[in-house]
């Protein structure tokens, strides 16, 4: 744990050494929960995006993108059911004076006793080594079996509770379990309220409630009241989906680690449109692709798992978490969600229009089924940056940093090297650029020595160095460099080209 905490602080005062996220307003101490992405932070972020646009947009036939505006008509949001029931269940340890979420508080000791299994099973495992059968131990143990009880009693009553909006149930539980406040290692409680996590603002002159607005806490609401302009003017027959990737705001309470809780973040979400009654088939279709497109990435099958959840958000009637062992542990990254028609219908009521589908196969109208795919793109930045950083011990007893993101994702993909000032070599190196960086994005280097150099690459992610030196001005080849192997080949400059896209290439990560 202690080593997991530490990655994080690494990671953050990594990204914030060489550009790729700032504290926003820090000349003004900062505004909390709110970053800024820097020169190489823009890169990275504009890459994952990419990857999903093309993965979800353009690889599909049957799925289209749309830019909605942040700002909707307010009534969206008293359809969408968020100015009802857009709550976080909030409570306050009178001692720290730190107010938490009541439902990560009891999720967080679910946690424990999670990891308290996993080393019963992994004591198990060393003891019998290869004889070991996790299966059987995990179903015959009785301290594993006691414990998978006391997790699936709290969960019932922690779903109860939230169900029914029965709070003093929900403080029961926390008093119950013995839960303390990380800080103040108190169990001095106040009472549970509700708290809703929409911004408003004014819209006009006018001040009142008539003309009071929000920023929109999802995306996904502007693409429900497009349904019918992208349905009608695309001439999309179901099951299509509509995707967007945008901002979306939530005044967050419990807003920390980093990137990971924002309270203005970047959403990229999906609604795709089926018949009534497919909405499972599809809700399986999309867990297991976008699971698969999360590990084309190469992090490493470690880092996920899904998480069934237990308190279903007031729109779904399945939600599974994509989760990612980020330095703080297993958290969500991304939700698939089984939306019903409830939001398609919520909007037909208060705006009295119908947004209804006309079948041809069935011969029949009626309002799609929804399932949602919903990742957070800082979540994914955090997930990326996090996996990818590594301080590496090297054989000849020096360190490095390195980042080891996967190429497609990497800022630059190339930087172009003269060895030395002089002699002609940076005007070659720069002829090279400047051919390369039509197809990659690329960056010129010439200060201090090529190990330096080198080192500065690795630390932000650059799978290839190429260095020009003297044998270049004589027959046209240069050494490339690779990020992850250190290893150096010397290549024919007219090669260059085909050798860096064969590892940058989407290709090769959209056909993975
Ligand atoms: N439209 C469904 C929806 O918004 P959600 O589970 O509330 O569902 C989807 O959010 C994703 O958005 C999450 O999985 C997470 O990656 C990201 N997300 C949510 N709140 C966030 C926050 N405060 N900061 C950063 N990312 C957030």
Redesign the pocket.
Known sequence: MEQKEDLLKEVISHAKEYGFVFPSSEIYDGLAATYDYGQLGAELKNNIKQYWWKAMVQMHDNIVGIDASIFMHPTTWKASGHVDAFNDPLIDNKDSKKRYRADVLIEEHIEKIRQKINKEVEKAAKKFGDAFDEAQFRATNPNVLRNETKITEIEDRMRVTLENNDLEGVKQLIEDLEIVCPISGSRNWTEVRQFNLMFSTEMGSVAGDASTIYLR????QGIFVNFLNVQKTGRMKIPFGIAQIGK?F?N?IV?RQF?????E?E?M?MQFFVRPGEEMKWYNHWKETRLKWHKALGLGEKYYREHDHIKL?HYANAAC?IEFDFPMGFK????I?SRTDFDLKQHEQYSGKKLQYFDPELNQNYVPYVV?T???L???FLAVMSASYKNEQLEDGSERVVLRLPAQLAPYKVAVMPLTKKDGLPEKANEILDDLRFDFNCQYDEKDSPGKRYRRQDAIGTPYCIMVDHQTLEDNTVTIRDRDTMLQERVAITDLRSKIDAKVSWRNLLTK
């Open positions: 806490p999802e995306t996904a979306a939530r967050e807003a990137i990971f809780r924002m309270r973040f959403q979400e958000a978490d969500e990254l991304e939700g969600h949602e919903s990742v957070g800082d979540r994914m």
